[in-house]
């Protein structure tokens, strides 16, 4: 049986090899085997709340090493919610030690000195926004078009508009505007109008209201990733760290619609909510992100255009997972927050 392990760095498979007869404590090993973090530190639960920045404490989490996978009723491909500090499972980089300068030019540098010059990309722990809370009516015309008329084929996109709670820093989305737009499984170019959209802001400032987030939808045959599983497309990390970047608040939010289908084949439709991690919006803005995507490139994966530290490694790619920040995401009635 193979098991998607999801964490704040991305998503894994395991195979466990005896599903039957298999315990908690046996995934455990399994997890600290394949992910080098060390059972001590691991929490995991079947509960995707697991992830958020604070999760509440009624979280359910698999606390029993004893007790049989099997009593859990895990397909294959379920997923498994891991927590972990955050330096858990990065590698540790070698002690300092001097590298001779190249013939009579240069100084001598140490590891660190060349540490220090690249770039690491670190998981944010804590997102700006608090929590997000969508107006039902709002959330539930976005979705009805798309599940009616497009059948979730194609992508979706608009413009979040409503407040930011300054004490809070919660932020309450009360419409959602649409630009125009054509769509497809993996991408939306947004046709952007900067006088209509100078319209909907002034209307919207009428109204006590901003700008303050995005939400996109995500096609069912949107192309897969032949290394794994992933939350958002390298396409949508670009895309959604450029509009927080030209966003202007620190609590800009991101909102995820998708279908996602049951063994019974019916379907449910899921918000999530997150930010884009100060580091990914800082690397848009400084160039690093690739943003020219290839029809070959492997979705699950973010390109580099210089080489970048994450995970306690050089890398050029790093996984869209890993520039995520979860925010806690309810709803409210108009005029009722």
Same mark, same amino acid.
């Given at each position: 049986?193979? &098991?998607?392990?999801?964490?704040?760095?991305?998503? @894994?498979?395991?195979?466990?090899?005896?599903?039957?007869?298999?315990?908690?404590?046996?995934?455990?090993?399994?997890?600290?085997?394949?992910?080098?973090?060390?059972?001590?530190?691991?929490?995991?639960?079947?509960?995707?709340?697991?992830?958020?920045? /604070?999760?509440?404490?009624?979280?359910?989490? #698999?606390?029993?090493?004893?007790?049989?996978?099997?009593?859990?009723?895990?397909? *294959?491909?379920?997923?498994?919610?891991?927590?972990? +500090?955050?330096?858990?499972?990065?590698?540790?980089?070698?002690?300092?030690?001097? #590298?001779?300068?190249?013939?009579?030019?240069?100084?001598?540098?140490?590891?660190?000195? #060349?540490?220090?010059?690249?770039?690491?990309? /670190?998981?944010?722990? *804590?997102?700006?926004?608090?929590?997000?809370?969508?107006?039902?009516?709002?959330?539930?015309?976005?979705?009805?078009?798309?599940?009616?008329?497009?059948?979730?084929?194609?992508?979706?996109?608009? =413009?979040?508009?409503?407040? $930011?709670?300054?004490?809070?820093?919660?932020?309450?989305?009360?419409?959602?505007?649409?630009?125009?737009?054509?769509?497809?499984?993996?991408?939306?170019?947004?046709?952007?109008?900067?006088?209509?959209?100078?319209? $909907?802001?002034?209307?919207?400032?009428? &109204?006590?209201?901003?700008?303050?987030?995005?939400?996109?939808?995500?096609?069912?045959?949107?192309?897969?990733?032949?290394?794994?599983?992933?939350? %958002?497309? *390298?396409?949508? %990390?670009?895309?959604?760290?450029?509009?927080?970047?030209?966003?202007?608040? +620190?609590?800009?939010?991101?909102?995820?619609?998708?279908?996602? $289908?049951? @063994?019974?084949?019916?379907?449910?439709?899921?918000?999530?909510?997150?930010?884009?991690?100060?580091?990914? %919006?800082?690397?848009?803005?400084?160039?690093?992100?690739? /943003?020219?995507?290839?029809?070959?490139?492997?979705?699950?994966?973010?390109?580099?255009?210089?080489? %970048?530290?994450?995970?306690?490694?050089?890398?050029?790619?790093?996984? *869209?997972? =890993? =520039?995520?920040?979860?925010?806690?995401?309810?709803?409210?009635?108009?005029?009722?927050?």
């Amino acid at each position: 049986m193979i &098991l998607r392990i999801r964490s704040r760095d991305g998503t @894994d498979r395991i195979t466990v090899p005896d599903p039957a007869s298999a315990t908690v404590a046996d995934l455990q090993r399994l997890i600290e085997s394949h992910l080098t973090v060390p059972v001590p530190l691991q929490r995991i639960s079947l509960d995707p709340a697991l992830l958020l920045p /604070t999760p509440s404490a009624a979280v359910p989490l #698999l606390a029993d090493p004893a007790a049989p996978l099997a009593s859990l009723r895990l397909a *294959n491909g379920a997923f498994v919610y891991l927590a972990y +500090p955050p330096d858990a499972r990065s590698a540790r980089p070698p002690p300092p030690r001097a #590298l001779s300068a190249a013939g009579s030019f240069g100084k001598k540098m140490t590891m660190d000195d #060349l540490i220090a010059r690249q770039i690491r990309v /670190t998981r944010q722990e *804590n997102a700006l926004c608090a929590a997000a809370s969508f107006d039902r009516d709002a959330a539930n015309a976005f979705q009805l078009y798309v599940a009616e008329s497009l059948a979730f084929a194609a992508k979706r996109a608009g =413009f979040l508009y409503g407040l $930011v709670d300054a004490e809070t820093k919660e932020v309450f989305v009360d419409f959602i505007y649409e630009p125009p737009q054509q769509g497809s499984e993996d991408v939306v170019h947004l046709m952007r109008d900067p006088d209509e959209e100078a319209r $909907v802001d002034a209307i919207a400032e009428g &109204l006590g209201m901003r700008r303050v987030g995005l939400v996109f939808t995500q096609a069912v045959g949107r192309k897969a990733s032949e290394t794994g599983e992933y939350t %958002v497309s *390298n396409r949508e %990390v670009v895309q959604a760290a450029q509009l927080q970047a030209e966003g202007g608040i +620190p609590e800009w939010v991101t909102a995820i619609v998708k279908l996602e $289908v049951g @063994d019974d084949g019916t379907g449910d439709v899921h918000f999530e909510a997150f930010q884009m991690s100060e580091i990914c %919006v800082k690397l848009v803005k400084d160039g690093v992100l690739e /943003t020219e995507i290839g029809d070959s490139d492997d979705p699950r994966l973010s390109k580099m255009r210089k080489e %970048v530290m994450a995970g306690g490694k050089d890398t050029m790619e790093v996984d *869209n997972d =890993f =520039f995520l920040v979860p925010v806690k995401i309810s709803d409210h009635q108009a005029g009722r927050k």
